[in-house]
């Protein structure tokens, strides 16, 4: 593996170690391989790993490629929701990996990347794709959309209280111009709702959440992924999966009991009629979650949760 000077961290890059146990050897996949941390730290677990890497992001695969080198990886620009299609084209038979890896963080490098417009820290372009070879920008969207779309967003991806308030603010604003930058939107939202008592974080963190969720679609189909995952791995093969909000993990955590056979039907139903069977163990009842150690050198962390579980 060549040498590269990264300033990104991985997220609990010991404990995803520990979960995954590449020490075993195998074909592992990382889902969302960016800066390729994680990926690093699998590839020396043994000698005997073959790490597929998937991402989005084209100038993700090509620094995770300088940083990794060739031998022993093989990078795919793909959405990890993909990952059965993907691995059939590979000649990866389902059961044949020993281990699957998804953080779905944002990188360092996307966030401190001004023309990517992911962060109101910085100004630059409203656009917040991964892909940035297709799809809507969140310039798109909220400059195009009614302020009831809006405020779902706002609401269902960003859990924003104050959701109508900064729509209606949006869609004022944009009759005057189109909002183009990230310094522009954030202006609006903390003209909006100001700074409340006790506040640590910015009033425009949840709105651009919301809309970053939105225009990568990062919520749909994790339940799939989960499923399409265990299906792949291998007997006593594990999943992780690192979630940064309680949306992402609440779907996580429901899609591991579900493979764990826990029935996710009504209780008003006489019946179970979701057909949940006992596929894998989950050995984190509770999330894992970064040291403080970790979170003294690496604060993006703080809102990490890993879950982990065993195919049976």
């Known amino acids: 593996m060549k040498s590269v000077n990264y300033r990104h961290a991985p997220v609990m890059p010991q404990e995803v170690v520990a979960a995954l146990l590449p020490q075993r050897g195998g074909i592992f996949v990382d889902c969302t391989v960016g800066l390729g941390g994680h990926a690093e730290l699998l590839l020396r677990g043994s000698p005997e790993v073959r790490l597929i890497a998937f991402d989005r992001d084209a100038e993700a695969i090509e620094m995770a490629r300088r940083r990794l080198g060739m031998e022993r990886v093989t990078f795919v620009k793909a959405d990890y929701r993909r990952l059965r299609q993907v691995l059939a084209d590979l000649a990866v038979s389902e059961g044949e990996v020993a281990g699957v890896l998804a953080d779905l963080g944002v990188s360092s490098m996307q ?11 910085r100004d630059g372009p409203l656009d917040m ?14 400059n195009s959309l009614s302020d009831r779309e809006l405020a779902d967003i706002l609401l269902r991806y960003g859990e924003e209280r104050s959701c109508f308030k900064i729509a209606r603010a949006i869609c004022e604003a944009r009759k005057r111009s189109p909002i183009k930058t990230t310094l522009e939107l954030a202006k609006i939202v903390e003209r909006t709702v100001g700074w ?15 809309l970053r969720i939105a225009v990568n679609c990062e919520l749909d189909r994790l339940q799939d992924f989960v499923s399409d995952a265990v299906q792949v791995l291998m007997p006593a093969g594990r999943l992780a999966v690192i979630t940064f909000h309680s949306l992402e993990d609440r779907l996580i955590k429901g899609a591991f009991r579900y493979e764990a056979g826990i029935c996710r039907c009504s209780n008003w139903l006489p019946s179970c009629v979701c057909g949940a069977k006992a596929k894998v163990t989950i050995l984190t009842q509770k999330p894992i979650v970064p040291s403080q150690e970790e979170l003294r050198l690496n604060p993006r962390a703080r809102s990490a949760k890993l879950r982990v579980c065993q195919k049976i």
């Open 111 to 121: 966030l401190e990347s001004s023309e990517r417009g992911f962060s109101f820290q």
């Open 129 to 142: 794709r991964m892909d940035r070879s297709f799809g809507p920008t969140a310039a798109d969207l909220v």
């Open 196 to 210: 409340r008592r006790g506040r640590n974080t910015h009033p425009a963190t949840q709105t651009f959440q919301a």
